[in-house]
């Protein structure tokens, strides 16, 4: 995921014309995006979760009550089986869906508006603290991402706001830098000087004539990096280091479940199809999007 | 021929020159953000080691033992000055020396990696090779669709995949690899493949993509022509002027993967119980054992970036063009 992250940036920042033709492009871009079925499908796959992340409680499933024997394997009244403690698989996987939609995003929407504030800032204003940022950044993109991620862990802690704050601090080196590269492309153009000549105000520069510019790239960004988030929070939970039972978390359950997955493979694989569609349909959207903004 | 060699000499200490600067300064500056990040942020080492229930004399005692009273910078300078000499500490959560604790457990990691490795690079070249030549047909459109998508699911998902077919239905592998670290060299072989096929698949894609690219540079070129109007024999071709221009854009990406996959993948060893150095990584920050997740850190950082020195190493042996440029920039 991160090797794909750079190829991206370059042409969108260098294809935008002048503003004014942007409108005309916006509605036919949804328009194609729309006949692609992978992304349809995509959307779908993540509304359903949204729905059931918001809705389980209102359907009257039970996630956490003792339901059935245990372990039993999947019938009419558990399609999905019961896990060792007897709660009905099926409540559990549409309930995992709260967690896996809660961090993920969120951290994601943090480093999207970090990292793109930091990168317009470096980007335009250049100089030492340029120069310092990106060196630092250098250094923390070295290290493997997990074992970056295991030590903000242990800095933070596993409580929601820290693994958001944590899923902000991990991806927003990587769109600052992107971002300050868009933006390198764009203080060439005579927009820029004009404004500056104009005696416009840098907050003013910044934020109504460079961030419009800029937007496509940082939107591929976001999908991008919230792709990624939903993966890194699913791995964290896995690894037990993000919700704690009883939380019904696909991850978790993974985890938990992985010993019985000889004597009752329905509580381990129901949880693994819905992480894996979760993240595959992120992945899939951010790369339809990317491919028709070229 | 001399003169080539001279080049390519001086090309490799000016590159190993750099690296010998810059991958000591790196590592003071993940020594200190390690440190900041673990010691300080979280606040007092002791209460933290000890629980709610100590004494606040017996968390002083514990702060003094274990040097992390003081000033902040004698705290990190106590603890650096510590790690240079050897003496890493005492785990927490094992109550054992830090460093053979580790060192124990990067072997196996290192082991884990490697094997990983062996599996991957081929099977990345054939496939990738294989595609260039059938460049824009179905058979390539689908192995690149197939491998992406298998990148795109998480390393868990497909390594409980695996387990449910290979050791739970088919039974030719054991389902937990915890007693692969002891036993003879079959039985080790036996228990690691599952864990490191499940690694070897996470980075088979952009791996294979690269060597697709490569190839398909090399034999869309003027050289290439030339070789084939030449007559020269299809195995020849391959053999010295296709293999070698397709494997440059392979290795840069080896490099960045390499040290992930030495210094421990954390969700394989993880799944499959392996005793390697992510895995213990995991353990200790969900115990807040510091000392064994600095020490961690700080082995996994230096492995990557020595993963990467290698890599540039083997970049310079192998591309002309990265000799002549050299030349030219000096």
Not at chain 2, 69 to 88: A, E, K, P, R
Not at chain 2, 174 to 179: G, L
Request: proline letters at 4%; a positive charge.
């Amino acid at each position: 995921m991160t090797a794909t992250i750079p190829r991206s940036a370059a042409p969108t920042a260098e294809k935008q014309g002048p503003v004014t033709d942007d409108a005309g492009e916006r509605p036919s871009r949804i328009r194609s995006l729309l006949k692609r079925p992978s992304f349809v499908i995509s959307v779908l796959i993540i509304v359903w979760w949204v729905v059931a992340a918001l809705g389980w409680q209102i359907v009257g499933l039970e996630p956490y009550a003792k339901t059935g024997d245990l372990l039993a394997s999947p019938d009419w009244a558990h399609p999905f089986g019961t896990d060792n403690l007897g709660r009905d698989m099926f409540a559990r996987v549409v309930a995992g869906a709260g967690p896996a939609l809660l961090v993920g995003p969120l951290g994601a929407l943090l480093a999207t508006v970090v990292g793109g504030t930091l990168g317009l800032v470096a980007g335009y204003y250049r100089g030492a603290v340029d120069t310092l940022m990106m060196r630092f950044f250098d250094v923390i993109l070295a290290l493997p991402s997990l074992i970056f991620l295991i030590v903000l862990v242990g800095a933070f802690g596993i409580s929601t706001a820290a693994l958001i704050l944590i899923v902000g601090i991990l991806f927003a080196p990587g769109i600052a830098r992107i971002i300050r590269a868009a933006t390198l492309v764009e203080m060439g153009k005579s927009y820029v000087t004009a404004a500056k000549l104009q005696g416009e105000k840098d907050s003013r520069i910044l934020f109504r004539e460079l961030l419009p510019n800029i937007l496509p790239t940082l939107v591929i960004q976001a999908t991008l990096s919230l792709a990624a988030a939903v993966f890194i929070t699913a791995s964290l939970s896995f690894l037990g280091l993000g919700e704690q039972p009883p939380s019904a978390d696909w991850g978790l359950a993974i985890n938990e479940n992985r010993i019985y997955l000889q004597t009752a493979w329905w509580t381990v694989v129901f949880p693994a199809i819905g992480v894996a569609s979760l993240v595959v349909a992120a992945n899939l959207i951010a790369d339809n999007i990317r491919e028709v903004s070229r | 021929m001399t003169t080539t060699s001279v080049e390519r000499r001086t090309a490799l200490l000016g590159l190993l020159g750099k690296r010998v600067v810059q991958i000591p300064v790196v590592l003071l500056v993940v020594s200190i953000l390690t440190f900041w990040l673990l010691q300080v942020v979280p606040g007092n080492p002791g209460r933290n080691a000890l629980g709610q229930y100590a004494t606040a004399a017996q968390v002083t005692a514990w702060n003094h033992d274990n040097g992390v009273d003081g000033s902040l910078v004698t705290q990190y300078l106590h603890w650096i000055g510590g790690f240079f000499v050897g003496d890493w500490g005492q785990s927490l959560v094992y109550s054992t020396p830090v460093r053979e604790l580790v060192l124990e457990r990067l072997g196996n990691s290192l082991l884990l990696g490697l094997y990983a490795f062996v599996i991957m690079v081929p099977v990345a070249i054939a496939l990738g090779s294989a595609q260039a030549y059938r460049e824009g047909k179905r058979s390539d459109r689908a192995i690149t669709v197939g491998l992406l998508s298998l990148s795109a699911i998480p390393e868990f998902v497909v390594g409980v995949v695996l387990l449910l077919v290979f050791a739970v239905w088919l039974r030719v592998v054991p389902v937990q690899s915890a007693a692969g670290a002891s036993g003879d060299f079959f039985d080790r072989l036996r228990v690691m493949t599952l864990p490191a096929v499940v690694l070897a698949l996470g980075y088979l894609a952009v791996l294979t993509r690269m060597v697709r690219s490569g190839t398909s540079e090399a034999i869309t070129s003027q050289f290439h022509r030339t070789a084939v109007i030449k007559g020269l024999s299809s195995a020849t071709i391959v053999r010295r002027h296709v293999i070698r221009n397709a494997l440059v854009p392979t290795l840069s990406v080896l490099g960045i993967y390499l040290g992930t996959l030495l210094g421990g993948s954390v969700i394989v060893e993880t799944l499959f119980s392996y005793p390697g150095l992510g895995a213990l990584m995991v353990t200790a920050a969900d115990r807040k054992d510091v000392l064994l997740l600095e020490s961690g850190v700080m082995i996994t950082g230096a492995v990557s970036l020595l993963a990467l020195l290698f890599t540039d190493i083997c970049f310079v042996l192998m591309d002309p063009r990265i000799r002549f440029n050299a030349r030219e920039t000096n």
